[in-house]
């Protein structure tokens, strides 16, 4: 490869990355949902770096998603006020910010596996660093963190458990936005480009089914933290169902589940059924 063209692949990574990785920065600053004892349910905020790593290589996503862990530091600052050794300190830094925000660079891992359609490449990615930034959280919470958020007693369980309250719906929302954009957009070009599928021949019927996907989308990731908010202790942030009880359908969260989901399908099948019919017209 020329020098030239080798610099301006290094320059047009560079600003994606710094674009990415403010989106990224911009969307765990408007969480859905917050945790008493911290972390947060946030819309994907994980995929702009995933992405880095999936489009440029893990190098960059390392880089990337190590400066994103420092951010995340830098923003969370005040946890630090609660220790007093250095040990606890640098523990602090290292599982809950740098290394928990680093794996992300792991994301773009399984791009080797050629077997694999891209959707794939990249929720099998997705789903292997929030299972690494998962137990980084938890060794933190049953370690340091224990006697101070999380009790001494059964620390280690009591962090599998609170953990789990924002990972899960982390992990969820994240599959699902990685999936959908995984399954409409070729990430391995220098160029977004739209996946080539040979039924969408109308261009109109193609961004049809791409609506219709991210009504489907949008709405679940509105149940999956409706729901996993109520799931969610607001005082120890334990699980519990109490949250879920439904006492008076129409003054409680089901009801906008309902509504929210109902009215997704209905659109998405208007739309796909509308898409039909210019596939049919096209073939007349």
Known sequence: MKPTETKRRSTKALVESALLLA????????????????????????????????????????GSATAFGVIQQLFG???????????????????????????????????????????LQLLLGALLVCCIRYICHVITG?????????PDKAALGYSFIYNATYMVPETLILSLITYYLGSVLDFR???????????????????????????????????????????????????????????QFAGSFWMWVVIVTAAATLGAVALLLTRRALLAKEKV
Do not use: C
């Not at 911009?26 to 905020?45: C, D, K, N, Q, R």
């Not at 300190?89 to 080797?112: E, N």
């Open 142 to 150: 049953a370690t340091i963190w224990a006697g101070l958020s999380i």
């Open 77 to 119: 600052l005040k946890n630090i006020s609660y220790f007093s050794t250095w040990q606890s300190i640098v523990t602090l830094i290292l599982l809950d910010y740098v290394v928990a925000f680093a794996v992300i660079g792991l994301g773009g891992i399984f791009r080797r596996k050629k077997e694999l359609p891209q959707w």
């Open 189 to 247: 070009r220098d160029e977004l480009r739209r996946m080539p599928t040979a039924a969408n021949r109308t261009p109109a019927a193609g961004w049809l089914s791409v609506a219709a996907g991210a009504l489907a989308t949008g709405a679940l990731v509105f149940d999956v933290t409706a729901i996993f908010r109520r799931l969610q202790d607001a005082e120890s942030g334990r699980f519990s169902v109490v949250g879920l009880h439904v006492e």
């Open 23 to 62: 989106l990224a920065t911009v969307l765990s600053e408007l969480p859905l949902a917050e945790l008493p004892y911290g972390g947060s349910i946030t819309v994907a905020s994980m995929l702009p770096v995933l992405l880095i790593s999936y489009r440029h290589g893990l190098l960059w996503g390392f």
